[in-house]
């Protein structure tokens, strides 16, 4: 299991995001404050919105190749 935060500056990084995970059979949450949602859900990303920072828990134990492939959007 990892942890990153990501941003999102416009909605074609998000659709980028959802590019690099194409093929990816792990489970994933994005969390913002008290929201969850599923960290491959386009209308799930978009209702947290653009420009704020987000916790992507990745349920995986291969996450660092994940992390590699959307590294655009990670923020630390």
Same mark, same amino acid.
């Given at each position: $299991?990892?942890?990153?935060?990501? *941003?999102?500056?416009? !909605? #074609?990084? *998000? $659709?980028?995001? %959802?590019?690099? &995970?194409?093929?990816?059979?792990?489970? &994933? #949450?994005?969390? /913002?404050?008290?929201?969850? !949602? #599923? @960290?491959?859900? %386009? %209308?799930?990303?978009?209702?947290? @919105? *653009? =420009?704020? %920072? &987000? =916790?992507?828990?990745?349920?995986?134990? =291969?996450?660092?190749? &994940?992390?590699?492939?959307?590294?655009? /959007? /990670?923020?630390?």
């Amino acid at each position: $299991m990892g942890e990153v935060k990501v *941003v999102f500056q416009s !909605v #074609d990084e *998000v $659709m980028d995001y %959802l590019k690099a &995970l194409e093929g990816y059979s792990g489970d &994933l #949450d994005l969390q /913002c404050d008290h929201m969850i !949602v #599923d @960290g491959k859900s %386009l %209308l799930g990303i978009l209702s947290l @919105g *653009v =420009n704020r %920072l &987000l =916790n992507l828990q990745i349920y995986s134990d =291969n996450y660092e190749e &994940l992390i590699k492939k959307i590294e655009f /959007c /990670c923020r630390g």
